[in-house]
Nanobody, 123 residues
Framework: QVQLEESGGGLVQAGGSLRLSCAAS????????MGWFRQAPGKARELLAAVRRTGGTTYYADSVKGRFTISRDNAKNMVYLQMNSLKPEDTAVYYCAAGKPLIITRQQEYDYWGQGTQVTVSS
Protein backbone atom coordinates (compact mmCIF):
# COMPACT_ATOMS: atom_id res chain seq x y z
CA GLN A 1 0.00 0.00 0.00
CA VAL A 2 1.18 3.50 -0.89
CA GLN A 3 -0.32 6.76 0.32
CA LEU A 4 0.44 9.93 -1.62
CA GLU A 5 0.09 13.64 -0.97
CA GLU A 6 0.86 16.39 -3.46
CA SER A 7 1.98 19.91 -2.66
CA GLY A 8 3.50 22.91 -4.38
CA GLY A 9 0.65 24.04 -6.58
CA GLY A 10 -0.40 27.64 -6.85
CA LEU A 11 -0.85 30.62 -9.12
CA VAL A 12 1.93 31.67 -11.47
CA GLN A 13 2.26 33.87 -14.51
CA ALA A 14 2.90 32.45 -17.95
CA GLY A 15 6.57 31.73 -18.39
CA GLY A 16 7.08 31.06 -14.72
CA SER A 17 8.04 27.90 -12.87
CA LEU A 18 6.72 25.67 -10.12
CA ARG A 19 7.96 22.52 -8.49
CA LEU A 20 5.39 20.01 -7.35
CA SER A 21 6.22 17.50 -4.66
CA CYS A 22 4.63 14.18 -3.85
CA ALA A 23 5.25 12.67 -0.45
CA ALA A 24 4.76 8.93 -0.26
CA SER A 25 4.33 6.61 2.65
CA UNK A 26 4.39 2.86 2.66
CA UNK A 27 6.83 0.04 2.90
CA UNK A 28 7.25 -0.55 -0.81
CA UNK A 29 7.51 2.94 -2.29
CA UNK A 30 10.73 2.14 -4.08
CA UNK A 31 9.03 -0.81 -5.74
CA UNK A 32 6.57 1.39 -7.66
CA UNK A 33 6.71 3.36 -10.82
CA MET A 34 5.50 6.93 -10.31
CA GLY A 35 3.57 9.21 -12.61
CA TRP A 36 2.33 12.77 -12.73
CA PHE A 37 -1.08 13.42 -14.24
CA ARG A 38 -3.32 16.42 -14.67
CA GLN A 39 -7.00 16.98 -15.28
CA ALA A 40 -8.95 20.07 -16.21
CA PRO A 41 -12.75 20.26 -15.78
CA GLY A 42 -14.55 18.41 -18.54
CA LYS A 43 -11.37 16.85 -19.86
CA ALA A 44 -9.79 13.44 -19.52
CA ARG A 45 -6.95 12.89 -17.13
CA GLU A 46 -3.66 13.19 -18.96
CA LEU A 47 -0.38 11.47 -18.20
CA LEU A 48 2.38 14.05 -18.16
CA ALA A 49 5.45 12.23 -16.96
CA ALA A 50 6.42 8.90 -15.45
CA VAL A 51 9.48 7.32 -13.97
CA ARG A 52 10.33 3.71 -13.30
CA ARG A 53 11.15 2.56 -9.80
CA THR A 54 14.87 2.80 -10.46
CA GLY A 55 14.57 6.39 -11.66
CA GLY A 56 16.52 5.64 -14.80
CA THR A 57 13.71 5.51 -17.35
CA THR A 58 11.31 8.37 -17.90
CA TYR A 59 8.42 9.29 -20.15
CA TYR A 60 7.08 12.71 -21.06
CA ALA A 61 3.97 13.72 -22.92
CA ASP A 62 4.59 15.79 -26.01
CA SER A 63 2.74 18.69 -24.43
CA VAL A 64 5.31 19.04 -21.64
CA LYS A 65 8.46 17.57 -23.14
CA GLY A 66 11.37 19.93 -22.72
CA ARG A 67 9.56 21.96 -20.06
CA PHE A 68 8.78 19.50 -17.26
CA THR A 69 11.11 17.13 -15.44
CA ILE A 70 10.13 14.23 -13.22
CA SER A 71 12.49 12.93 -10.57
CA ARG A 72 12.35 10.73 -7.52
CA ASP A 73 14.30 10.29 -4.35
CA ASN A 74 13.53 6.85 -3.01
CA ALA A 75 15.54 7.44 0.15
CA LYS A 76 13.21 10.33 1.02
CA ASN A 77 10.04 8.76 -0.40
CA MET A 78 9.55 11.80 -2.62
CA VAL A 79 8.67 12.41 -6.25
CA TYR A 80 8.95 15.80 -7.91
CA LEU A 81 7.73 17.54 -11.01
CA GLN A 82 9.72 20.59 -12.01
CA MET A 83 7.61 22.73 -14.34
CA ASN A 84 9.22 25.49 -16.36
CA SER A 85 7.95 27.82 -19.07
CA LEU A 86 4.41 27.39 -17.85
CA LYS A 87 1.53 28.20 -20.17
CA PRO A 88 -2.12 29.01 -19.45
CA GLU A 89 -3.09 25.65 -20.93
CA ASP A 90 -1.14 23.98 -18.13
CA THR A 91 -3.87 25.05 -15.71
CA ALA A 92 -5.31 21.92 -14.10
CA VAL A 93 -5.36 19.79 -10.99
CA TYR A 94 -2.15 17.81 -10.82
CA TYR A 95 -1.96 14.33 -9.35
CA CYS A 96 0.79 11.94 -8.53
CA ALA A 97 0.20 8.22 -8.74
CA ALA A 98 1.97 4.97 -8.02
CA GLY A 99 1.70 1.59 -9.66
CA LYS A 100 3.44 -1.42 -11.05
CA PRO A 101 2.65 -1.10 -14.74
CA LEU A 102 4.23 -3.26 -17.35
CA ILE A 103 4.37 -0.09 -19.43
CA ILE A 104 4.63 3.13 -17.49
CA THR A 105 2.30 5.00 -19.85
CA ARG A 106 -0.70 2.83 -18.94
CA GLN A 107 -2.89 4.98 -16.68
CA GLN A 108 -5.11 2.08 -15.69
CA GLU A 109 -2.17 0.34 -14.08
CA TYR A 110 -1.54 3.08 -11.55
CA ASP A 111 -3.25 1.90 -8.39
CA TYR A 112 -2.64 4.65 -5.84
CA TRP A 113 -3.44 8.33 -6.23
CA GLY A 114 -3.00 11.53 -4.33
CA GLN A 115 -5.77 14.07 -3.86
CA GLY A 116 -4.31 16.57 -6.28
CA THR A 117 -2.95 20.10 -6.16
CA GLN A 118 -4.23 23.02 -8.22
CA VAL A 119 -1.93 24.76 -10.68
CA THR A 120 -3.20 27.95 -12.28
CA VAL A 121 -1.21 29.81 -14.92
CA SER A 122 -2.30 33.32 -15.77
CA SER A 123 -1.62 35.11 -19.02
Amino acid sequence: QVQLEESGGGLVQAGGSLRLSCAASGRTFNGYAMGWFRQAPGKARELLAAVRRTGGTTYYADSVKGRFTISRDNAKNMVYLQMNSLKPEDTAVYYCAAGKPLIITRQQEYDYWGQGTQVTVSS
